[in-house]
């Protein structure tokens, strides 16, 4: 799981680093899945983003989607580091990677047509501010790709806060719902012999005006 705004250290060392690209470049399909659902909303003139985006699998999986501007921000320095390292080796001169928090970096409004959020609702202070974030962030008519598996146990969210669908956080008279799968599986690695396995809930919205 990402983090946009606790526990900063825990992210930025070694055993992590290894655990996360592990989860993001292992052998598990979770990431082609992702991509699959979200392939008939962009083209070759999308701009997207991914909020905690760790080693950048999913900028990668938009820029292999043909995006022109993918883009990717998180806090960790660590993990924007390796995902810099991966697009100096891979020569993927489109994509950029940004370390900073989505509440502070400056991106002007209306900035995207697709913004993803990939296990991440569960991982901040307050997710429908986070939502509200995205939504400030997006064009008109845009996409937002929303998934998360609900892992609130070591969550930073108050208990109040928690929401057991997602469809919770987009008011209908924003959001008009695409697309919804569920049991998505993702594989994390929580120890050198041991990996956890979340089922995955995905959501594809998009701003009615």
């Known amino acids: 799981m990402r983090i946009l705004s606790f526990f900063k250290p825990r992210y930025e060392t070694a055993r992590m680093l ?17 991509s699959i659902a979200i392939k008939p909303y962009v083209s070759g003139s999308t701009r997207a983003l991914d909020v905690g985006c760790a080693m950048g699998r999913m900028v990668f999986e938009f820029a292999k989607l043909g995006v022109v501007e993918p883009y990717g921000i998180d806090r960790s320095k660590a993990f924007i580091e390796r995902a810099n390292q991966i697009k100096n080796e891979r020569g993927q001169t489109s994509v950029k990677f940004i370390q900073g928090d989505i509440f502070k970096y400056h991106f002007a409004h209306h900035s995207f047509d697709v913004v993803s959020c990939i296990n991440v609702i569960d991982r901040v202070a307050n997710p429908s501010l986070l939502v509200e974030k995205i939504f ?33 956080l987009l008011p209908p008279s924003q959001w008009s719902i695409e697309k919804e799968m569920r049991d998505i599986q993702f594989v994390m690695p929580i120890s050198p012999k041991q990996h956890r396995t979340y089922l995955c809930h995905l959501i594809i919205g998009r701003i009615r005006t």
């Open 18 to 34: 290894a655990y996360y690209q592990q989860a993001q470049y292992g052998h598990q399909d979770f990431y082609e899945k992702i």
């Open 136 to 168: 400030r962030l997006t064009k008109p008519r845009g996409v937002i790709l929303l998934v998360d598996p609900y892992d609130w146990e070591f969550s930073p969210t108050p208990k109040k806060l928690h929401v057991s669908d997602m469809k919770d």
